[in-house]
């Protein structure tokens, strides 16, 4: 669904480069987290997948198709085929819940009769039901991003890419949130998701592609944030190799933040 | 639902932007009269220059019923007069300056006044009867005025021989100045106008950038979100535009037609109505700078 064959990007010719020589697939119906320190290159990423920024060199290819070879009018397309949230959620402060979620469908045209159809389906999706009337202020910060999800994927994207969407959440929220993303990548669409939330990625027990100044440092199928496995500081796609057996961790639903760096560090000095 | 939703947002955006609008409206409105001053001054100009003016320079009056001068003691020119006075303009001696001429009958004579007075009162109060007729004369080169002026001031049946250039040319040179003028000062206020649109579309589009933020990522068409800004910018210049083709209208209807003509009533004037046709240039001309503006303001800051 998306590729990226030797991407690199430099925004800055004196700085090193964002992205360096990246070489990654992500299936389609796929999740995956993206992982690593901030200015690892995450945002970069799901900017290249959304076009809003060219490659310096490399191809990225979204659902077959090279965005290099996309013109500018027809961007609005890939767009509309990939759902995006952020931290900050972006809603309009002004509009209701429903209007915020109709606006993504206003805009491509979408006649009133379906947005009527369509919000509220979405909207009992992300578990929004009965507070389609209510303005963000009105709503927690959980609730506020459970909105902005229901926004991206209103018109079924095939893949939504989320950068650090619980970024501003508390844990339990953030569990939450996670459900909702969760149903939204069983009912088919791929998810790719930026964070640095150890917890939730411990939980949720996807595959995990790590960077590190804008290199892949570890790419693992049902992984934990941080790895269990050596680092070899190689970029090839590792987690076949990896994903065959589980990692020696805790187990997944018991581990708190403390708990799991603890057991990390002890793993890190056994091995070491 | 696509328009309905343009619609809405232009509504919204002239709303937050209601200042700024206002400036853009009233600085075309500035620049685009003093656009139709210029105009307004050639149609006058052209309005004043009749029928005769760009196609001859010398005019022969011939004696009428009124007539006071010496040459026109036994009363209006006979038609032997007139036979001689054309066979004196075909003469060798005369032939030689004359590109050609027109013998305008008295009843010519009153079609082309109606037509250039049709916007005076003084229209209603003239009849055939004492409008001369005349000879019209296209000269080689019309410094040789004098020679036409002595030959036939003296003839039988010629009231008056009279270079009409003269009369107007140095009006007319003062007219045109002030259209230069006013053409100039539109130019300066229409760089004004460009700027303040631009200006207007920019802080229009940093004031929605969270809505054209969202509209790009949900995949909305370059048309869908940059049109909104588009037609604030164009809407709001033909407002002044339409308030300036007012403006010309109320000159034309107010000034020259009740004041001036009264005061110089021999004096043709354009009417109120001439002026509308100005209006779709300048709505036109409206159109355009906001369509520059916004073309120079939305690639930089809505790219999409
Ligand atoms: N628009 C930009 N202009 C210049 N440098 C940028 C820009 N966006 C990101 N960078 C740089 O690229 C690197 C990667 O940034 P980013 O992709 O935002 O990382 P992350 O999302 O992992 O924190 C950082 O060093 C950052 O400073
Ligand atoms: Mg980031």
Redesign the pocket.
């Known amino acids: 669904m998306i590729r990226f064959e030797n991407v690199t990007k430099v925004?800055?010719q004196k700085?090193r480069p964002?992205l360096d020589s990246i070489s990654l697939e992500i299936d389609r119906g796929e999740f995956a987290f993206l992982v690593?320190?901030?200015?690892?290159?995450?945002?970069?990423?799901l900017r290249l997948v959304l076009k809003e920024d060219r490659a310096s060199s490399g191809a990225v290819y979204v659902a077959g198709q090279n965005v290099a070879n996309i013109s500018s009018w027809r961007v609005p397309r890939l767009r509309r085929g990939i759902g995006v949230v952020f931290q900050d959620f972006r809603l309009l402060p002004q509009k209701t819940v429903f209007a915020n979620v109709a606006f993504a469908m206003q805009v491509i045209g979408k006649s009133r009769s379906v947005i009527r159809d369509t919000v509220p389906e979405v909207l009992k999706t992300v578990g929004l039901e009965g507070k389609e009337n209510r303005l963000p202020h009105e709503l927690s910060g959980g609730e506020q991003q459970r909105v902005a999800i229901a926004r991206a994927v209103v018109n079924r994207p095939g893949i939504l890419l989320a950068?650090e969407p619980t970024g501003n959440l508390d844990p339990t929220t953030s569990m939450g949130i996670m459900g909702v993303l969760d149903k939204i990548n069983q009912n088919g669409t791929t998810v790719v998701m930026?964070t640095h939330d150890d917890d939730i990625v411990n939980e949720m027990r996807k595959r995990v592609v790590e960077?590190k100044n804008?290199v892949v440092i570890r790419d693992e199928a049902k992984a934990l944030y941080t790895s269990m496995i050596p680092v070899v500081g190689q970029s090839r796609r590792l987690r076949d190799a990896s994903g065959r057996d589980e990692p020696p961790v805790v187990p997944p639903r018991a581990g708190t933040r403390a708990e799991a760096r603890a057991e990390i560090r002890l793993a890190g000095e056994g091995q070491a | 639902m696509r328009l309905a939703f343009v619609l809405s947002e232009i509504g919204s955006g002239l709303r937050r932007n209601l200042a700024m609008v206002i400036s853009v409206i009233l600085v075309t409105f500035v620049s685009l009269t003093f656009v139709g001053a210029a105009g307004m001054l050639q149609l006058q100009i052209n309005q004043m220059k009749g029928y005769w003016y760009d196609k001859v320079q010398v005019a022969i009056f011939l004696c009428s019923d009124g007539s006071t001068a010496p040459g026109c003691a036994t009363g209006p020119a006979t038609p032997e007069q007139e036979d001689s006075l054309r066979k004196l303009l075909q003469s060798p001696a005369v032939a030689q300056y004359v590109n050609d001429f027109e013998y305008e009958s008295k009843d010519d004579a009153y079609k082309h006044f109606k037509e250039q007075f049709s916007n005076s009162p003084i229209v209603d109060s003239v009849t055939p009867d004492q409008l001369p007729a005349s000879f019209r004369i296209n000269m080689k080169d019309p410094e040789k005025y004098e020679i036409i002026s002595e030959t036939f001031s003296s003839q039988a049946g010629v009231e008056t021989v009279i270079d009409q250039r003269q009369l107007l040319e140095r009006l007319f040179s003062a007219m045109n100045a002030a259209s230069l003028v006013a053409v100039s000062i539109a130019g300066v206020m229409i760089i004004c106008a460009i700027l303040l649109i631009a200006t207007t579309i920019r802080l229009s589009a940093f004031s929605r950038r969270r809505e054209t933020g969202i509209m790009r990522l949900v995949g909305a068409s370059k048309m869908v979100i940059q049109l909104p800004f588009i037609l604030e910018g164009v809407i709001a210049a033909v407002i002044g535009a339409a308030l300036a083709s007012g403006t010309l209208w109320a000159v034309a209807h107010f000034f020259l037609g009740e004041v001036m003509s009264k005061q110089y009533p021999d004096t043709a004037f354009i009417s109120p109505g001439q002026t509308l046709i100005l209006a779709p240039a300048l709505i036109g001309l409206g159109v355009v700078l906001a369509g520059i503006s916004s073309l120079l303001t939305l690639r930089r800051y809505l790219r999409v």
């Open positions: 925004y800055d700085a964002a690593g320190a901030s200015g690892s290159g995450k945002s970069t990423f950068d930026a960077l804008g």
